[in-house]
T-cell receptor, first 111, second 113 residues
Framework: SQELEQSPQSLIVQEGKNLTINCTSSKTLYGLYWYKQKYGEGLIFLMMLQKGGEEKSHEKITAKLDEKKQQSSLHITASQPSHAGIYLCGADESAGNMLTFGGGTRLMVKP | NAGVTQTPKFRILKIGQSMTLQCTQDMNHNYMYWYRQDPGMGLKLIYYSVGAGITDKGEVPNGYNVSRSTTEDFPLRLELAAPSQTSVYFC????????????FGEGSWLTVV
């Protein structure tokens, strides 16, 4: 079965700094999804990537999927305390498959 | 819209007790899911349902049971609670199985002592 590994597991950054979170799959992905989980709350969908080399941005968050569709990165520019939370990647191997999730990255942003 | 609502938010159970986590959604989604989240382990699928009357096992179904008598409700039953079931449980629903259509509840923190 597909496995997703996220790195780092946790991250503490100073407000205003850039950061990158990685998600690596053991198999080629069909779709890669990024979610954010605020502490004590459910997951909120951020972005979906499907094509090799695809890149999407929303406000200060950019997600990329590599050409081989086995690795994705989530980059936050000029981090703010509102970016704090747990970021999870999810993926499916093919259309109609259930999602597999990575272990999550805990992000803290120090004011 | 309330979205996905799960109760209770917190619960402490003694070993061997049973309980039911309730989940309801008001978006008329066909797909519903139960996940558990252990620290650093991401989400593991316990059970899912593709429609009323249909349920199927996920990755970690042992020790749990579900039912789907209506489109809205998808309760998760824990029989004979064990410390290994201490976790955060998330209910979710979606239009399709694609990850960009899935909505999550806020989670239920369960401790078994």
């Amino acid at each position: 079965s597909q496995e997703l590994e996220q790195s780092p597991q946790s991250l503490i950054v100073q407000e205003g700094k850039n950061l990158t979170i990685n998600c690596t799959s053991s198999k080629t992905l069909y779709g890669l999804y990024w979610y954010k989980q605020k502490y004590g709350e459910g997951l909120i969908f951020l972005m979906m990537l499907q094509k090799g080399g695809e890149e999407k941005s929303h406000e200060k968050i950019t997600a990329k999927l590599d050409e081989k569709k086995q690795q994705s990165s989530l980059h936050i520019t000029a981090s703010q305390p509102s970016h704090a939370g747990i970021y999870l990647c999810g993926a499916d191997e093919s259309a109609g498959n259930m999602l597999t999730f990575g272990g999550g990255t805990r992000l803290m942003v120090k004011p | 819209n309330a979205g996905v609502t799960q109760t209770p938010k917190f619960r402490i159970l003694k070993i061997g007790q049973s309980m039911t986590l309730q989940c309801t959604q008001d978006m008329n989604h066909n797909y519903m899911y139960w996940y558990r989240q252990d620290p650093g382990m991401g989400l593991k699928l316990i059970y899912y349902s593709v429609g009323a009357g249909i349920t199927d096992k996920g990755e970690v179904p042992n020790g749990y049971n579900v039912s789907r008598s209506t489109t809205e409700d998808f309760p998760l039953r824990l029989e004979l609670a064990a410390p290994s079931q201490t976790s955060v449980y998330f209910c979710a629903s979606s239009w399709t199985v694609s990850g960009n259509t899935i909505y999550f509840g806020e989670g239920s923190w369960l401790t078994v002592v």
